[in-house]
């Protein structure tokens, strides 16, 4: 079940990035792209191994930046970090709760377009940054923020789907049970 | 602290990640080329069941709408064609006085059609890809346009795909004239950033312009990728910058971008 769903979280960040790229709905209204691998590295760090955050951050990334203009594998470092951190404090989350979703699915989808930001600065390119991307890193925070606790949503009735069942403890004890009649 | 996996598992990426960011020019082009055609199998299944709307709504459309729309057609079609009598004549007397003058010849423009398939997913570039690609002769920096004005010119080139760098990308800059006062100077991307989609600045060369609102600004020669006279758009407003050594002027695009669905790719 393991390699299923981290299967099916791969598959989810390559149409993801497809509709984040054919898309332009939220773009076109709000002025900015919601990311949703961020959200996606949330999920990951917070219920599978490092492996699964390595090659989600990964793939994710290199797919990312093949459909932008963005130099191929600068969207990397910055998901793996990000899920790396998480992972490693995971201890101190309450995964299960839903603002803990919001709030750990946002700082992730503010950290993540201003950690490629930084890389694409330090390689000296020249990306279109001016006051209007204040408003466009709110739109993708807050919505990727908001889009965490869905993920989570869908991806734990995926494992329900594929896992297997914990057997429902019966309330039946054969050391309390009442015999009638003579023994 | 880091244990052992992690720091392998961040040890590998980081590699991984230095090593594509340091591939040479070429061998990264290819390597995105190669990254991106993994997604042919969801460009398929987006243009067919685009192909499937555009066929159901293709049903639904009364026959009395369609027979207005052929009479419109047709009489646009009927004033294209005068006025295309019109442009021949020009062109046969500029070509005339060209000879006269001993100047270069203008070459009539040849276009292709071709549809936008994707847009640029992060926020800070302005670039879409449309589905040309080498197999039908598109090669970098070849203008692209609509019928309204310029829209960019060709960045990278896959076999069936391109990537076009639209106006207002902080990577395209482009030599541009006012036309009623011939002053010139270049388009690049506007200082208010990535949410004015439609605008764009025109740094002046000329200290004392004459140029005011309303002013249509279209390409020049100068860069040597477009040709002159393509629309870009009108200006917005001026002002002086560098304590009032140069100007600069807001241009609103003539064509916008976000509904952009077919555009022409002008081959020489």
Known sequence: MNIVSSIIILLTAYVAVFLEARLGGVRD??????????????????TKGVATLALLAVLGGLWFDSLSANPTGVTVLPLFLIGLAIFRTRHLILREQTY??????????????????LLLLLLGE?????????????????????????VFRVFDRVHRAFDYQPLAETTFRPDREIKRGRS | ????????????VLVLVVVVLNLPGQTMARFNLAISGLFLPLFGLASSSQQLTEDAADL???????????DRLQRENQMIRLRLLQAEEAMRENERLRN?????????WRVKLARVILRDPANW????????????????????LTDKGLVGRISLVGHTRSQVVLLGDPNLRVGAVVQRTRDNGVI??????PLENNLVDLLLFARNSQIVPDDIVTTSREGGIFPAGIPIGHVVDLRHADYGLTTEARVQLSVDFSKLEEVFILFP
Do not use: K
């Open chain 1, 126 to 150: 020249t990306p279109l940054i001016g006051p209007g991307s204040l408003w466009q890193w709110l739109v993708m925070s807050v919505g990727g923020g908001a889009l965490c606790p869905v």
């Open chain 2, 188 to 193: 690049t991307a506007t200082g208010i950033g």
């Open chain 1, 100 to 117: 803990a979703q919001f709030i750990i699915g946002m700082s992730a989808c503010a950290a993540a377009p201003l950690g490629t930001l």
């Open chain 2, 100 to 108: 006269h003058l001993e100047w270069q010849r203008q070459s009539p």
């Open chain 2, 60 to 70: 639904v459309v009364p026959r009395s709408d369609l027979v207005r729309e052929t």
């Open chain 2, 125 to 144: 570039w302005r670039t879409l890809q449309i589905n040309r690609g080498s197999l039908d002769g598109v090669t970098p920096n070849m203008p692209v």
């Open chain 1, 29 to 46: 209204w709000l002025g900015a792209q919601i990311d949703l691998l961020p959200a996606l590295v949330v999920y990951a760090s917070l």
């Open chain 2, 1 to 12: 602290m880091l244990n052992r996996t992690h720091l392998i598992a961040l040890g590998l």
